[in-house]
């Protein structure tokens, strides 16, 4: 039996409650979101995105949560065997060991589901990824901060004064921090976040319906 944090709708951040799963599921949704609201639209065939944050482990962690969280029904990824300790009943490396069932390659209602990696590397679960981009409607596939953008991989970035922080070519991601720096033309810029938003992804809850740092990453999967 496990536990699963689930956002109810009736008000405006939610209720947090704690629900008992005796379903053998292990990709049953970690985050419920409230769907009536127009703020998270149901897409069809959206593609699997990958991002990495080379600068900010924090961001890195929760940037996979709000681009997931941005397209309505969506299965975060971790493809880091050192990544966060995503909450969820399973992860990547079970699957491979195991073999994924029906269940675990679609969603079975609707909401975010994190895998964590479970310290496998990517390479030794192709065959696994292929079958969850396949069956989900959108994954987000979190990649290390040592990626180093490679194979068209989005980077989020810290937007900070300075040139402390190598720029990238668009579509780009960066976070704006406590300063007023002018972002990189056609990079996609992400409002500062408040803290019950970054507070309740860490804690696997789904933030308000209509956040607006989570409303901001629907650019990206419209770029895609």
Known sequence: M?????????????????????????????????????????????????????????????????????????????????????????SLAALVADGPRKSDLQPVRKGVAVLANGG???????????????GWPAVVLRLPASHEGRTGAIPVIPLVPGDLFRQYEPP??????????????????????????IGMLLAGAAPPPRDRWVAAWRRLWEQS
Do not use: K
């Open 2 to 90: 496990r536990v699963v944090v689930v956002i109810s709708d009736h008000s405006a951040f939610g209720e947090t409650s704690l629900i008992t799963h005796d379903s053998n599921d292990p990709l049953e949704p970690c985050i419920r979101i409230p769907y009536g609201d127009p703020a998270f639209p149901m897409r069809r065939n959206m593609p699997a995105l990958a991002i990495w944050s080379p600068e900010d482990g924090v961001l890195g962690a929760v940037a996979p949560l709000g681009l997931a969280a941005a397209s309505g029904t969506a299965l975060v990824v971790d493809l880091d065997p050192n990544g966060p300790n995503y909450p969820g009943g399973s």
């Open 120 to 134: 496998i590397e990517p390479e030794d679960a192709e065959a696994v990824l292929d079958a969850i981009v396949g």
């Open 172 to 197: 780009a991601v960066y976070q704006r921090s406590g300063w007023r720096v002018e972002p990189p033309r056609g990079a996609i810029v992400l409002p500062r976040p408040r803290r019950v938003t």
